[in-house]
């Protein structure tokens, strides 16, 4: 009998033994790993998506569990078992498990690395974590004494005043929002100081809709347009849609989304927002505080891993009502998302462009999909693949036509520079249209996509050309710095004294920049202020949100900016816009550099003219004739999409084509060349290649770089074809000699 005991524990011990767990770890390899669970950790049982702690060669790594199984197929003295349970709460969802396996499948991206996105920086670290609950700012409670300082507060500081209005508003808004906002610290220790406003830790509770989350004074009154797409984004708010909205600059995008969220939040639901650039987050939160007093977090690049994952756990455990952020905002883990909406969607920001290459419109319609809730695509000039998804029913397909309230649309017109006197890069009638907007006290945004001084520098007798060595492009002169600096690698040096070929002393810069740019036009308009947005001028944390500010306070009358200034803000009082260089993309080899330069125009001219002001937009060109700059300002862009599709569609270009690209660097070019030659050995079915090729910039960081193209007409022959190249890649003889990496549904041929 004791025998028999003993043999049932040992068999019931050896079960239990023999549980095993597939996990994704962080390497760059495309598969999941297998560990054993021992006994003392099977219990609770390991949930899919829960975080465990894994020894990967001599490291200890999180890896996140994807499955458990208790048969496995390999021998079971080689399977290592897990180092330990974190036992915390932090762990994904059954969906966003299954969300990352989609991605990591579709874009043929190591597991591992995919799963790492839905994590913040400090849920990826070993230790044990001191998590502390979010602080949020309050407002204390109104008194006789209080309403004093705040009567004097309003007249000697407005700008506290409104901060303190701002928190007892939303009592229970964070420093990432405040700051986000444009408000200093040194604003809110004055708050804290005159003791009207109070730090406090954040109490963790469910989103609940309140009969005052909304606030009915700042609801505006929709058009007819406006009003069709809110109901048929309404209809279908329990299913899957995906619904383009193709609207003018100016015609009122936001708010169609604000109201298309009411009824989303009102059923206790979450919604998202991506935006491409950090730089619309500001705008894109003000306008959300304003309508609706309901938690919001954002997610962004700007944030400290603090507030990263802060923002997570509040979209975790349900606190979160609306999350605004980046692409990578995708990933985030909301167990109640009703809607998904992504702004600009055209923009080439929402392409991830290093490791996982993802495009964040892409997989923000798959996980809409998944979840089966609807998706709002918006952008005043849509991709192609949208655009055409939605002309052939894919997408529904919504257009807002007119400008909401007063204002009307810019009208572009053409400077042909041949035939015009320059100063500075300004032609006569150009600096002419300026004086006269700058007299009627409006502003004017002068753009002009090149920042620094001058885009290189050269010797004037031998005509030496200062390049980059490990680049073979020149480099880019920042005077403020006085630093050479290239732009594909970083590298800095000083300015030479004298020519190293000739000993020439005579060394100048040549071209224009931004910061060139600022300079001249200050000589030519002394009386007027100035201001400069680029990457330069707002490397400082808030220093974007802080110009902003200014510019919309009119405290500047010319802007200066490169495309950080051409999407999405508004700027009620600019009535001209002045393109410098019309002609970027005229003769480029990449068949999207046409699209590119349409859709930056568009949106840059759109700055124009947004209030009841009526707005101008003059575009310098050496090339006033050429067909697609005419069509595009006779014929809108639209028009010119339409003209371009069927163009695509006789060349089989994507979107009626589907298209993945293999890269390859290596210290020397012929290595590359090699590897990826070796692949078009291949025999693939209705696939073919494009190459190998070197790149548009074939040597950058010391690095020569070849592109290979695939291309089908069926999405699902491309995918079959790169796993057939991927089974083989192991074994090619030239893959230990190059870096190579897979870009699915690539956009940008130039990297």
Not at 668 to 683: D, G, H, N
């Amino acid at each position: 009998m004791s025998e028999q005991i003993s043999l049932s524990q040992a068999t019931s011990s050896q079960s239990v033994a023999n549980t095993y767990v597939q996990v994704a770890v962080p390497v760059p390899m495309r598969q999941l790993f297998t560990y054993q669970i021992p006994a003392e950790m099977q219990q609770p049982p390991i949930q899919v998506g829960e975080r465990v702690a894994v020894s990967f060669g001599a490291r200890q790594v999180i890896a996140i569990a994807v499955s458990v199984n208790d048969k496995c197929d390999i021998d079971v003295k080689k399977i290592k078992p897990i180092s330990k349970r974190l036992n915390d709460s932090f762990h994904l969802s059954d969906t966003l498990v299954n969300f990352l396996k989609l991605c990591a499948n579709y874009y043929h991206h190591p597991i591992g690395d995919v799963f790492q996105q839905a994590l913040p920086k400090l849920l990826r670290q070993v230790k044990k974590l001191d998590i502390q609950p979010p602080m949020v700012w309050q407002s204390v409670k109104t008194t006789e004494e209080v309403e004093k300082k705040l009567a004097k507060l309003e007249t000697k500081a407005p700008k506290q005043y409104a901060l303190y209005q701002l928190i007892e508003k939303h009592q229970g808004i964070s420093w990432a929002e405040l700051r986000t906002l444009g408000y200093s610290k040194a604003q809110l220790n004055a708050l804290t100081t005159k003791t009207l406003t109070i730090e406090t830790k954040q109490k963790p509770s469910l989103f609940l809709w309140q009969e005052h989350a909304l606030v009915e004074e700042n609801k505006k009154t929709l058009s007819t347009e406006q009003a069709i797409i809110v109901a048929a984004v309404n209809q279908s708010l329990a299913q899957f849609s995906c619904h383009l909205i193709d609207g003018i600059t100016g015609s009122g995008k936001t708010e169609v989304y604000l109201q298309a969220m009411e009824n989303v939040l009102a059923n206790n639901q979450q919604v998202l927002v991506i935006v491409p650039e950090i730089g619309l987050t500001p705008q894109t939160l003000l306008r959300f505080e304003q309508r609706f007093n309901v938690p919001i977090c954002l997610h962004h690049s700007n944030l400290n891993d603090t507030e990263r994952l802060d923002t997570w756990l509040n979209a975790q455990q349900n606190s979160a009502a609306i999350v605004i952020g980046t692409r990578s905002a995708i990933f985030s883990p909301l167990h109640k998302l009703g809607m998904i909406i992504v702004d600009e969607e055209h923009d080439s920001s929402l392409k991830q462009q290093d490791t996982f290459r993802y495009h964040g419109r892409d997989i923000a319609i798959l996980r809409a999909r998944q979840l089966n809730i609807p998706i709002v695509l918006g952008s005043a000039t849509p991709s192609f693949e949208s655009l055409q998804n939605a002309l052939s029913g894919k997408y529904k397909y919504h257009q807002l036509n007119k400008r909401a309230g007063q204002s009307s649309k810019a009208k572009i017109s053409l400077v042909d520079v041949a035939k015009q006197q320059m100063e500075f890069g300004l032609s006569g009638s150009l600096k002419h249209e300026i004086q006269q907007t700058l007299a009627r006290g409006e502003q004017v945004l002068v753009f002009l996509n090149r920042r620094g001084y001058a885009p290189a520098i050269n010797c004037q007798e031998c005509h030496w050309l200062c390049d980059c060595q490990r680049c073979d492009k020149p480099y880019t002169f920042h005077q403020k710095q006085q630093l050479l600096i290239c732009h594909h690698c970083g590298s800095q040096k000083r300015v030479p004294r004298q020519c190293p070929s000739c000993g020439s002393v005579r060394i100048a810069p040549v071209g224009q920049g931004t910061e060139q740019l600022e300079q001249r036009i200050s000589e030519i308009f002394p009386d007027v202020s100035v201001v400069r947005i680029d990457r330069d001028s707002t490397r400082k944390k808030g220093e974007l949100t802080k110009l902003l500010q200014e510019i919309t306070d009119k405290k500047h009358q010319l802007l200066i900016g490169t495309q950080m200034l051409a999407k999405g803000h508004h700027f009620p009082d600019v009535t001209l816009v002045a393109v410098l260089d019309g002609d970027g993309a005229l003769f480029s080899f990449d068949f999207r550099a046409s699209e590119n330069m349409a859709q930056l125009l568009i949106q840059v001219a759109g700055r124009a003219g947004r209030a009841s002001k009526p707005g101008k937009v003059l575009v310098q060109t050496s090339y006033p004739d050429h067909p697609l700059l005419q069509d595009l300002v006779n014929n809108g862009y639209q028009h010119f999409a339409k003209e371009a599709l069927i163009e695509r569609k006789q060349a089989r270009l994507p979107p009626f084509s589907f298209q993945a690209l293999i890269r390859a660097e290596a210290n020397y070019p012929s290595y590359p060349e090699k590897f990826l030659r070796s692949l078009t050995e291949q025999t693939l079915i209705n696939c073919e290649f494009a190459g190998p090729v070197p790149a548009a910039m074939e040597k950058k960081a010391g690095k020569f770089r070849y592109h290979l193209i695939l291309q089908s007409k069926s999405r699902k022959e491309l995918h079959l074809a790169i796993l057939q190249l991927l089974r083989l890649i192991p074994s090619n003889e030239w893959q230990s000699k190059v870096r190579w990496s897979l870009d699915i549904d690539p956009i940008d041929l130039n990297w």
